[in-house]
């Protein structure tokens, strides 16, 4: 039998591309050696492009949909969760914390899925007033979000980068630095679980290379980070956007509703009771 | 047969004939010359001066059935200042609007350079009436437009007939006088590449001031290729009657990239003296808002959002 090796790719709009720069890192993993893409600023433009367009299509699916398309994603990752475990064993991890963290990050799904439907009413409100009044805040999802992944090797963790934006419908570019093996693979079950292009999109590459312009990039509306930065870096990441007067969190709760709550925007709706 | 006469030259009907005889075109070395001038890299300082340029070039464009004053004051307005935060950005050539929204749109260019271009002679199609086509055109020119943009008899070109599309244009450019006459060829229409010269060619001679690719109203619109096609007529135009003409683009280029690649084959195969309004012109109406976008970007290091720029 030959041994055939994948090479990972990013994916954006609903492809598998290399960087256009052509340029690769390279990940050891058990003696062998991953060539990954190395995210150029160019990447990062045709990402958000993607994203701004993928954002379109994904906050308008009805809840319904949304919840059905992150219920399958369940599915795949339920389908494919051996090879899961072996590459997380790859890793290093033992096979009994690998196998714990597939199946974390399959209850989450369908944790997120369930709520995908459920959060408007739970975020949202009906303000009192003293007038004859409803006055009610409503609840959207921000925008084009930016994800920076988490540096440890876990599927799980990856997850709670992505899910609590992409279910309220924001649109998101998710960027891995050390798990970034684990990121393109589950690219292919993103693929395969009928998201819409754009509406996610998974880079791999060093943060520090693009750090600058995501944060000055205009149509970016919000930066997540779930990792640690230096505080230089944290620093300029926030001054930078603040020209674009763009949210950035850093280490953002993954715990239950709180997860949600950075990524909507209220708008608050006043009208009369008509008694 | 009569002679007409053209830019103060007289051309025979049968030069013309002649001229469109000699049409056949090597549509392989075409291409591969077309797509090799697209691979040209273009940085910085030179970047910024071409974003300028193409905004100085730019006729913006409303032809819609919805036009309103107040859309027209809206895009006039634009047009004059494209970015009004950023004084550097030049006002662009023109606004184009349909003939009887001219009055208001040459109210409102008042005290700038910004002129007026009007389609006429029943744009898009043209299926009109010869003499619905010159009072079309004459309504426009009474209405103040400093430019008319005409489109070409494509039945009468497609059924062979090369006389008449000639004699329109004759016409029209009559009525025009010292207005600028552009002629739309509709190269979408016209399918192969010897279509595109023969007509150029016979837009030419009729006495246009330039001739330019598409309406904008069909799916295919303004191509590299067909604008070479053109450019190549013009040159040899030029070299055989001695008048410059000029060439606008319109229909399809949505962003600042692509123009800039017709800028880099307009000023290798004709030379600078093309690179100026009064020779070449971007029919646009999103491509202004993409230009702009990267003027800024180039300025600032940041990519842009469309919504911090003014709509028209």
Same mark, same amino acid.
């Given at each position: 039998?030959?041994?055939?090796?994948?090479?990972?790719?990013?994916?954006?709009?609903?492809?598998?591309?290399?960087?256009?720069?052509?340029?690769?890192?390279?990940?050891?993993?058990?003696?062998?050696?991953?060539? &990954?893409?190395?995210? *150029?600023?160019?990447?990062?433009?045709?990402?958000?492009?993607?994203?701004?367009?993928?954002?379109?299509?994904?906050?308008?699916?009805?809840?319904?949909?949304?919840?059905?398309?992150?219920?399958? &994603?369940?599915?795949?990752?339920?389908?494919?969760?051996?090879?899961?475990?072996?590459?997380?064993?790859?890793?290093?991890?033992?096979?009994?914390?690998?196998?714990?963290?597939?199946?974390? *990050?399959?209850?989450?799904?369908?944790? %997120?899925?369930?709520?995908?439907?459920?959060?408007?009413? &739970?975020?949202?409100?009906?303000?009192?007033?003293?007038?004859?009044? %409803?006055?009610?805040?409503?609840?959207?999802?921000?925008?084009?979000?930016?994800?920076?992944?988490?540096?440890?090797?876990?599927?799980?963790?990856? &997850?709670?980068?992505?899910?609590?934006?992409?279910?309220?419908?924001?649109?998101?570019?998710?960027?891995?630095?050390?798990?970034?093996?684990?990121?393109?693979? %589950?690219?292919?079950?993103?693929?395969?679980?009928?998201?819409?292009?754009?509406?996610?999109?998974?880079?791999?590459?060093? %943060?520090?290379?693009?750090?600058?312009?995501? *944060?000055?990039?205009?149509?970016?509306?919000?930066?997540?980070?779930?990792?640690?930065?230096?505080?230089?870096?944290?620093?300029?990441?926030?001054?930078?956007?603040?020209?674009?007067?763009?949210?950035?969190?850093?280490?953002?709760?993954?715990?239950?509703?709180?997860?949600?709550?950075?990524?909507?925007?209220?708008?608050?709706?006043?009208?009369?009771?008509?008694? | 047969?009569?002679?007409?006469?053209?830019?103060?030259?007289?051309?025979?009907?049968?030069? /013309?004939?002649?001229?469109?005889?000699?049409?056949?075109?090597? @549509?392989?070395?075409?291409?591969?010359?077309?797509?090799?001038?697209?691979?040209?890299?273009?940085?910085?300082?030179?970047?910024?001066?071409?974003?300028?340029?193409?905004?100085?070039?730019?006729?913006?464009?409303?032809?819609?059935?919805?036009?309103?004053?107040?859309?027209?004051?809206?895009?006039?307005?634009? $047009?004059?200042?494209?970015?009004?935060?950023?004084?550097?950005?030049?006002?662009?050539?023109?606004?184009?609007?349909?003939?009887?929204?001219?009055?208001?749109?040459?109210?409102?260019?008042?005290? @700038?350079?910004?002129?007026? $271009?009007? /389609?006429?002679?029943?744009?898009?199609?043209?299926?009109?009436?010869?003499? @619905?086509?010159?009072?079309?055109?004459?309504?426009?020119?009474?209405?103040?437009?400093?430019?008319?943009?005409?489109?070409?008899?494509?039945?009468?070109?497609?059924?062979?007939?090369?006389?008449?599309?000639?004699?329109?244009?004759?016409?029209?450019?009559?009525?025009?006088?010292?207005?600028?006459?552009?002629?739309?060829?509709?190269?979408?229409?016209?399918?192969?590449?010897?279509?595109?010269?023969?007509?150029?060619?016979?837009?030419?001679?009729?006495?246009?001031?330039?001739?330019?690719? @598409?309406?904008?109203?069909?799916?295919?619109?303004?191509?590299?290729?067909?604008?070479?096609?053109?450019?190549?007529?013009?040159?040899?135009? !030029?070299?055989?009657?001695?008048?410059?003409?000029?060439?606008?683009?319109?229909?399809?280029?949505?962003?600042?990239?692509?123009?800039?690649?017709?800028?880099?084959?307009?000023?290798?195969?004709?030379?600078?003296?093309?690179?100026?309004? !009064?020779?070449?012109?971007?029919?646009?109406?999103?491509?202004?808002?993409?230009?702009?976008?990267?003027?800024?970007?180039?300025?600032?290091?940041?990519?842009?959002?469309?919504?911090?720029?003014?709509?028209?």
């Amino acid at each position: 039998m030959i041994d055939i090796k994948k090479t990972y790719k990013n994916y954006v709009d609903g492809k598998y591309v290399r960087s256009e720069s052509g340029k690769t890192y390279t990940k050891e993993l058990k003696n062998e050696f991953y060539e &990954l893409p190395l995210t *150029s600023k160019k990447d990062i433009r045709d990402a958000v492009t993607s994203s701004k367009n993928g954002y379109k299509k994904w906050s308008s699916a009805t809840p319904y949909l949304r919840m059905q398309i992150l219920y399958r &994603l369940s599915e795949m990752i339920e389908g494919n969760k051996e090879s899961y475990v072996e590459l997380l064993m790859d890793h290093g991890l033992t096979k009994q914390k690998a196998t714990k963290d597939i199946d974390e *990050s399959i209850q989450n799904i369908v944790w %997120f899925a369930g709520l995908a439907d459920k959060w408007e009413q &739970l975020a949202g409100n009906l303000n009192p007033v003293s007038e004859e009044y %409803f006055n009610i805040s409503h609840q959207n999802p921000i925008g084009v979000v930016f994800s920076l992944s988490s540096s440890n090797v876990s599927l799980n963790e990856l &997850l709670m980068s992505i899910l609590p934006s992409l279910t309220v419908g924001c649109s998101v570019i998710s960027y891995s630095e050390e798990n970034s093996v684990l990121a393109l693979k %589950f690219a292919e079950d993103i693929n395969n679980s009928d998201f819409p292009s754009g509406s996610l999109n998974i880079l791999s590459g060093k %943060f520090e290379n693009i750090l600058n312009d995501v *944060s000055k990039h205009v149509e970016i509306n919000l930066v997540a980070l779930h990792k640690e930065l230096d505080k230089e870096g944290l620093k300029t990441i926030e001054q930078n956007a603040s020209e674009s007067v763009k949210r950035v969190f850093s280490q953002p709760s993954i715990e239950g509703l709180s997860s949600i709550l950075p990524y909507l925007e209220t708008k608050t709706v006043w009208h009369p009771k008509g008694t | 047969m009569k002679n007409i006469k053209t830019h103060g030259t007289s051309i025979e009907w049968s030069n /013309v004939l002649e001229m469109v005889h000699e049409s056949r075109i090597d @549509s392989v070395g075409l291409n591969e010359r077309v797509n090799s001038l697209a691979t040209r890299s273009i940085k910085k300082d030179s970047k910024l001066e071409a974003l300028n340029m193409i905004v100085s070039m730019c006729d913006l464009t409303t032809l819609e059935g919805e036009d309103t004053e107040g859309k027209i004051s809206q895009m006039v307005a634009k $047009a004059i200042k494209p970015n009004p935060l950023d004084n550097s950005v030049p006002s662009v050539a023109a606004v184009c609007v349909y003939p009887s929204l001219v009055h208001i749109a040459k109210e409102k260019v008042q005290h @700038s350079n910004v002129k007026v $271009a009007a /389609v006429s002679s029943y744009f898009p199609s043209g299926q009109v009436p010869m003499e @619905s086509k010159l009072l079309d055109t004459k309504y426009a020119i009474d209405s103040g437009a400093d430019e008319i943009d005409i489109v070409i008899n494509r039945k009468a070109f497609l059924e062979g007939d090369y006389r008449k599309v000639y004699d329109e244009i004759v016409a029209l450019k009559e009525v025009c006088q010292d207005v600028h006459l552009k002629t739309i060829l509709e190269v979408g229409d016209l399918k192969t590449y010897e279509n595109i010269r023969k007509a150029s060619l016979i837009s030419l001679a009729a006495g246009s001031d330039f001739i330019k690719t @598409s309406t904008g109203k069909l799916s295919v619109g303004s191509s590299r290729h067909a604008c070479y096609v053109m450019l190549k007529s013009v040159l040899d135009f !030029e070299s055989k009657i001695g008048i410059k003409a000029g060439i606008k683009v319109a229909g399809g280029i949505r962003d600042a990239k692509d123009a800039i690649r017709y800028l880099v084959m307009i000023n290798e195969e004709m030379g600078s003296d093309w690179l100026s309004p !009064e020779l070449f012109r971007f029919g646009a109406s999103s491509l202004l808002d993409d230009v702009l976008k990267q003027i800024k970007k180039l300025k600032t290091g940041a990519y842009q959002a469309g919504y911090y720029f003014p709509r028209g």
